[in-house]
């Protein structure tokens, strides 16, 4: 079983930035990828970032591109959301998620295994 704990949510302002962390623990702990989601209140759970462990290959969803970065320390087994210029409709709570087989997509919140408790991101106008 794999554990993952989120921290770096808070309450920022429009145009500001927050890093938000994983770290994943678990008795053998053998991901190949790491990845970010988000939901706010009313609507479904988004993808937002992933991550390749092993090769370091990312992909966002549009709306993030160029402003948000997702990266690895794989020393620490944890993953990184680097969140810059960050809007009003970016406030959700995040979830970091693992899984330790590839897909061949992995926008679906089923196509990953283990989940973080999530850390609430509010960005204020």
């Known amino acids: 079983q794999v554990q993952l704990v989120e921290s770096g949510g808070g309450l920022v302002q429009a145009g500001g930035s927050l890093r938000l962390s994983c770290v994943a623990s678990?008795?053998?702990?053998?991901?190949?990828?790491m990845g970010w989601f988000r939901q706010a209140p009313g609507k479904e759970r988004e993808f937002v970032a992933r991550?390749?462990?092993?090769?370091?290959?990312?992909y966002y969803r549009d709306s993030v591109k160029g402003r948000f970065t997702i990266s690895r320390d794989n020393a620490k087994n944890t993953v990184y959301l680097q969140m810059n210029y960050l809007k009003p409709e970016d406030t959700a709570a995040y979830y970091c998620c693992a899984a330790d087989t590839f897909q061949a997509s992995f926008v679906s919140p089923s196509r990953w295994p283990y989940w973080g408790q999530g850390t609430q991101v509010t960005v204020s106008s």
């Open positions: 991550i390749y462990l092993s090769s370091g290959n990312t």
């Open positions: 678990g008795r053998s702990f053998s991901s190949v990828a």
